[in-house]
């Protein structure tokens, strides 16, 4: 099997997994979740990319010729780095990609009145690769980010419609929109945060739209290989679908039923630095 990796953190990137799934369902897949070290929105650039990296060669050894980044945190943390340095070095013919940037080729088309909000891990948001991402393509866009650092741990315990969510979101939304009278798009630059959708939307006036990136980083992957079928024909095509995690598997089977809408059955592994 040569499937294509989706690798995140955790549970989130199985958010971003069914869009890619229903897109381009004939493609073998494996999940990776790197639940143990998970989250990764607090942590360092250095320690991000070290597990990122490690998850990476991974799935590499399982044969996957191509691997979705499906986390905000490792897109905006590590990709850059096994790009440009970790790639040409060890695995010249591999590749990687990350969320952020077909993110960032398209939001500016949501937007009329040119201000849009980014809802991010501290990480994302410190990184500030969204702001730096969306100007090369709309650089007359002007980006307010918000750190909800608060956000994942709340839907990872299942709370996303309780009181606390509701408080929550309400004080982080009123930061975003604070910087801004007119933003007119809010960005989810988060796996976790389409769990958070409704109460999103309660606190939300209907004049903003909400974007999620799911179906766009779907239609972006299905683009670029249609764009390289050196690539494309490297990907087996028996719809298998294998998913990873680096904790407890039973654990992974319950709570990412809620992130992919359907069962698990999943197997632990573990992630060296070798
Ligand atoms: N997957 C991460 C992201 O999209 C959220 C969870 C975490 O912080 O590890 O940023």
């Not at 949501?110 to 969306?134: A, M, Q």
């Not at 095509?237 to 407890?248: A, G």
Request: aromatic share 10%; net charge negative; charged share 20%.
């Amino acid at each position: 099997m040569r499937p294509i990796g989706i690798f995140d953190s955790g549970y989130g990137g199985l958010t971003v997994f069914r869009n890619i799934r229903d897109a381009l369902p004939e493609y073998d897949y494996i999940y990776l979740g790197d639940n143990a070290r998970a989250p990764y929105g607090n942590r360092s650039f250095d320690t991000i990319h070290a597990y990122t990296w490690e998850a990476v060669q991974w799935m590499f050894a399982q044969g996957c010729p191509l691997i979705i980044l499906a986390c905000n945190t490792a897109s905006a943390k590590a990709l850059r780095t096994i790009q440009q340095k970790n790639l040409p070095n060890k695995f010249p013919d591999k590749r990687v990609l990350g969320v952020i940037r077909p993110t960032a080729e398209i939001i500016g088309q949501f937007s009329k009145s040119g201000h849009v909000g980014v809802l991010g891990t501290s990480g994302t948001v410190n990184s500030n690769s969204y702001p730096l991402e969306i100007e090369k393509f709309f650089p007359s866009l002007s980006v307010y980010q918000q750190a909800c650092p608060l956000w994942v741990p709340l839907v990872e315990a299942g709370e996303e419609n309780s009181a606390a969510a509701d408080l929550l979101v309400e004080e982080n939304l009123t930061q975003l929109l604070q910087q801004a009278r007119d933003i007119d798009t809010v960005l989810l630059a988060c796996t976790h945060y389409p769990l958070l959708a409704a109460t999103i939307a309660k606190h939300l006036p209907d004049s903003i739209q909400m974007v999620g990136q799911g179906q766009i980083v779907a239609e972006s992957l299905k683009d670029y290989l249609s764009r390289h079928p050196e690539i494309a024909k490297q990907i087996t095509q028996t719809k298998t679908v294998q998913f990873f995690t680096t904790d407890n598997a039973a654990d992974f089977e319950e709570k990412g039923a809620r992130f992919l809408g359907q069962s698990i059955r999943a197997k632990q592994i573990v992630l060296t630095s070798e």
